[in-house]
């Protein structure tokens, strides 16, 4: 059944916007989880290398601009809230100030294209978390569902790929490889879900679109202990193996992350790239798909087709749209005991 909304709510990871703020967010985002001190401090100096400022928090506020736009022009014209998982503003904050404002229905979009716990299930637990705190008064909130292979996700990524393509000489273009990177994730954690899948539909849907018949998915930004197995091939181990087949250029596209942030900034822009020269490939980072207006239209698509009573449900290749509503137990974060 269509549902009627009177709120659009922004959900993404959040970042710090100063350096005083950047040991606070890191113990908030790894609270409860099995992270060293000195793996804390190592991240940090990650934001410290950038003035302790995430971009993220700019990029948040240029999308949550275009998507305003965009539903006044073209509607639904709803009020718009932004809240955050890990710093301000705070999901929490968020949504009481929802329930004050007399918000009783939102749909909300969250900056995570694919499924997995990290990317999808703890954003549902967030929700439920902020809502309990708020207590009576606050909003029910629909999250809108999975986009890796909406084609407006598809078009906005393939227009930055192809952006990044025009940056190598003519001459060797079509022999440069495409290396789409995504966030690792524990392999017993990435068994039990769609992660791999989805994202391998995307790279395949994009590179299709811009005529590329090879193209590569590694992993970064990996965290955790050191005896937990991690999705591979890590991003510098695919560059060392193309740097030995003999490519000269590649085209390193980071398809999971939606926004610029710290862990595109460091790991691609200073290790990746470092690595990059020291074996002697040129390497062209793509940018992520931003306020893109395709991925903006997008937005409100999936906004439209939620309060429509016969929606149209946009998506390419043959997995066909994501539900509204996960099932139950769906990401869980480990495999269960047998």
């Given at each position: ?59 948040n506020r240029a999308l949550l601009r275009a998507v305003i736009q965009e539903l006044n022009t073209h509607g639904p014209q709803l009020p718009a809230y932004w809240g955050n998982r890990y710093w301000h503003p705070l999901l929490v904050d968020t ?244």
């Amino acid at each position: 059944m269509a549902a009627s909304y009177d709120a659009f709510l922004l959900i993404s990871f959040g970042g710090p916007d100063r350096g005083e703020d950047v040991v606070p967010f890191l113990e908030n985002v790894t609270r409860d989880k099995r992270v060293s001190a000195e793996r804390l401090r190592e991240v940090a100096e990650h934001y410290y290398h950038f003035g302790g400022i995430s971009p993220l928090n700019e990029e948040n506020r240029a999308l949550l601009r275009a998507v305003i736009q965009e539903l006044n022009t073209h509607g639904p014209q709803l009020p718009a809230y932004w809240g955050n998982r890990y710093w301000h503003p705070l999901l929490v904050d968020t949504v009481r100030q929802m329930a004050e404002d007399g918000i009783r229905r939102a749909v909300a979009f969250v900056t995570s294209a694919f499924g997995s716990h990290a990317g999808c299930r703890q954003y549902l637990e967030a929700i439920q978390r902020a809502r309990q705190a708020v207590g009576a008064g606050a909003p029910e909130i629909d999250k809108l569902r999975l986009f890796y292979n909406h084609p407006g996700f598809v078009e906005a990524m393939a227009d930055r790929v192809q952006e990044a393509l025009g940056q190598i000489p003519e001459r060797r273009r079509e022999a440069s490889r495409l290396v789409y990177t995504a966030h690792s994730l524990p392999v017993a954690m990435a068994s039990r879900c769609e992660y791999v899948d989805q994202l391998r539909e995307a790279c395949r849907l994009v590179s299709e679109r811009v005529g590329r018949a090879q193209w590569d998915l590694a992993f970064q930004s990996r965290g955790g202990p050191p005896d937990q197995a991690w999705l591979e091939p890590e991003v510098g181990q695919q560059l060392f193996q193309l740097a030995r087949c003999g490519v000269a250029d590649v085209v390193v596209v980071p398809i999971g992350f939606l926004a610029e942030h710290i862990e595109v900034l460091y790991d691609l822009d200073v290790e990746a790239a470092g690595l990059c020269d020291q074996l002697g490939l040129n390497m062209v980072r793509c940018r992520t798909v931003g306020a893109h207006p395709c991925f903006v239209r997008m937005i409100r698509q999936l906004i439209v087709e939620r309060i429509s009573d016969d929606p149209t449900r946009l998506a390419l290749g043959a997995r066909g749209p994501a539900p509204d509503v996960c099932p139950p137990g769906c990401c869980p974060s480990v495999r269960p005991a047998m």
